[in-house]
């Protein structure tokens, strides 16, 4: 349960550019996207230098509430979060961490921002009553799925210009909640949106580490129901794609098809076997995509409950992709349109190593689709475990790229999932 936090406003000089912007006038919890995060570590209970045991919240086990129908209906406004990146003043240091060598936005640091705007969003939709206004929260809200964050082709962010982050739960399973968060930015006078993104949190015990169950979701008006309606959508589809999955399940009649003329594509028919490949022209064999990077985990790294931040994570495989998509383009993306179905599978431990493996998968005009995979070697274990996909759509402004094409039946089926993601 959240007690009520009093939040200094912006200087000034922003309120009025802001009030000019026709946002944020006279709005006393407006925050800072650092003051979203110390929020976070202030209601968890998190010390602030880093200690080896893991941060557990103890003596409230019996309070927590496992019937969800006794637990109080929370309305998607009770929820409800806005903060601000505040660029547009010169004096601060802020700039320097968003903006880009090409002066533009630095899209990684939005994904952390997006992680810690939806952990806080998920503690003010949980309220218990049986817990005094003092006490800490017993759930640990991780993320568990990126379903998917949308840019707009036409509107992009100025790193001069103040962001508006905001966002609330909009879905709710037993378990689960479904945030739905926008990026707004000033442009001609006017705030628009210019980044949506939905992403999916599960509530976990602290103490016993086991699933949680969160107060059900009442939504009001319109809008709320349509998007409540949409997050019961969001969950059939993402199970029907579970079950078919190249995993579980073969290409289906049409997918055949397309990896069968790849492949003929690729053969000289003069030679009589299948044994000779060639490359057509404007392409590029799959595996000539790939760039790897090595990670060390490092404390600094972490989040509220001493593992790997979902953020940081999101950052290193975003830059990674996009220093692959410069390179196989030869040219900088012009935006990462669409992020999907990032799969949270495991925490990453800190002192754990992290391999991110970057590939080009598909092809089609100017967009690229890249898959980044995660895995971590824990060397006390000595094992190695996959944690993450990420899964990222890039415009590069190029009409003509030269297409993507697998050599083995592993690439072909990287290229069909590829494919789906694209047109998903």
Same mark, same amino acid.
């Given at each position: 349960?959240?007690?009520?936090?009093?939040?200094?406003?912006?200087?000034?000089?922003?309120?009025?550019?802001?009030?000019?912007?026709?946002?944020?006038?006279?709005?006393?919890?407006?925050?800072?996207?650092?003051?979203?995060?110390?929020?976070?570590?202030?209601?968890?209970?998190?010390?602030?230098?880093?200690?080896?045991?893991?941060?557990?919240?103890? *003596?409230? /086990?019996? &309070? @927590?509430?496992?019937?969800?129908? =006794?637990?109080?209906?929370?309305?998607?406004?009770? !929820?409800?979060?806005?903060?601000?990146?505040?660029?547009?003043?010169?004096?601060?240091?802020?700039?320097?961490?968003?903006?880009?060598?090409?002066?533009?936005?630095?899209?990684?640091?939005?994904?952390?921002?997006?992680?810690?705007?939806?952990?806080?969003?998920?503690?003010?939709?949980?309220?218990?009553?049986?817990?005094?206004?003092?006490?800490?929260?017993?759930?640990?809200?991780?993320?568990?799925?990126?379903?998917?964050?949308?840019?707009?082709?036409?509107?992009?962010?100025?790193?001069?210009?103040?962001?508006?982050?905001?966002?609330?739960?909009?879905?709710?399973?037993?378990?689960?909640?479904?945030?739905?968060?926008?990026?707004?930015?000033?442009?001609? *006078?006017? /705030?628009? &949106? @210019?980044?949506?993104?939905?992403? =999916?949190?599960?509530?976990?015990?602290?103490?016993? !580490?086991?699933?949680?169950?969160?107060?059900?979701?009442?939504?009001?008006?319109?809008?709320?129901?349509?998007?409540?309606?949409?997050?019961?959508?969001?969950?059939?589809?993402?199970?029907?794609?579970?079950?078919?999955?190249?995993?579980?399940?073969?290409?289906?009649?049409?997918?055949?098809?397309?990896?069968?003329?790849?492949?003929?594509?690729?053969?000289?028919?003069?030679?009589?076997?299948?044994?000779?490949?060639?490359?057509?022209?404007?392409?590029?064999?799959?595996?000539?995509?790939?760039?790897?990077?090595?990670?060390?985990?490092?404390?600094?790294?972490?989040?509220?409950?001493?593992?790997?931040?979902?953020?940081?994570?999101?950052?290193?495989?975003?830059?990674?992709?996009?220093?692959?998509?410069?390179?196989?383009?030869?040219?900088?993306?012009?935006?990462?349109?669409?992020?999907?179905?990032?799969?949270?599978?495991?925490?990453?431990?800190?002192?754990?190593?992290?391999?991110?493996?970057?590939?080009?998968?598909?092809?089609?005009?100017?967009?690229?689709?890249?898959?980044?995979?995660?895995?971590?070697?824990?060397?006390?274990?000595?094992?190695?475990?996959?944690?993450?996909?990420?899964?990222?759509?890039?415009?590069?402004?190029?009409?003509?790229?030269?297409?993507?094409?697998?050599?083995?039946?592993?690439?072909?089926?990287?290229?069909?999932?590829?494919?789906?993601?694209?047109?998903?």
């Amino acid at each position: 349960m959240l007690c009520p936090i009093l939040r200094r406003f912006l200087i000034s000089s922003y309120r009025l550019r802001a009030e000019v912007a026709g946002y944020c006038t006279d709005n006393p919890n407006m925050m800072t996207i650092k003051e979203v995060r110390d929020s976070l570590i202030n209601m968890v209970g998190v010390r602030k230098k880093w200690i080896i045991e893991e941060t557990k919240v103890t *003596g409230v /086990l019996q &309070k @927590v509430v496992c019937d969800q129908s =006794l637990l109080p209906k929370r309305k998607p406004s009770d !929820s409800y979060v806005q903060a601000v990146i505040p660029l547009s003043d010169p004096d601060n240091n802020v700039r320097d961490k968003y903006i880009t060598f090409a002066k533009k936005i630095r899209f990684g640091r939005l994904l952390e921002d997006f992680d810690s705007l939806a952990g806080l969003i998920c503690y003010n939709h949980n309220l218990n009553p049986a817990l005094g206004p003092d006490q800490k929260s017993p759930y640990a809200f991780v993320t568990r799925l990126v379903d998917r964050i949308e840019q707009s082709p036409s509107k992009l962010l100025s790193p001069y210009k103040d962001i508006i982050l905001d966002g609330q739960v909009t879905w709710v399973g037993r378990s689960s909640m479904e945030c739905t968060m926008n990026i707004k930015q000033e442009i001609d *006078g006017e /705030l628009v &949106k @210019v980044i949506t993104a939905r992403y =999916l949190f599960v509530a976990v015990l602290s103490e016993t !580490s086991t699933p949680g169950v969160v107060n059900p979701l009442d939504p009001q008006t319109p809008e709320e129901i349509a998007l409540f309606k949409l997050g019961e959508e969001n969950k059939i589809k993402r199970q029907r794609e579970t079950t078919q999955s190249l995993l579980k399940t073969p290409p289906t009649e049409d997918e055949r098809l397309i990896i069968h003329d790849l492949f003929l594509s690729t053969v000289d028919l003069n030679s009589g076997t299948f044994k000779v490949r060639v490359k057509p022209e404007n392409t590029v064999w799959m595996e000539d995509a790939i760039k790897k990077t090595l990670l060390i985990c490092q404390p600094e790294q972490r989040n509220l409950y001493n593992k790997i931040f979902g953020g940081f994570l999101m950052r290193m495989a975003y830059e990674l992709a996009w220093a692959n998509a410069s390179i196989y383009a030869r040219k900088r993306p012009r935006l990462c349109k669409v992020v999907d179905d990032i799969l949270f599978n495991k925490p990453v431990e800190i002192g754990s190593l992290l391999l991110l493996s970057s590939q080009v998968v598909y092809t089609k005009g100017s967009d690229l689709q890249i898959h980044v995979h995660a895995e971590v070697d824990n060397l006390e274990q000595g094992i190695n475990e996959n944690t993450n996909d990420f899964h990222f759509t890039f415009d590069m402004g190029v009409p003509n790229l030269p297409r993507v094409i697998p050599k083995t039946y592993s690439e072909s089926m990287l290229y069909l999932v590829g494919k789906r993601h694209y047109e998903s």
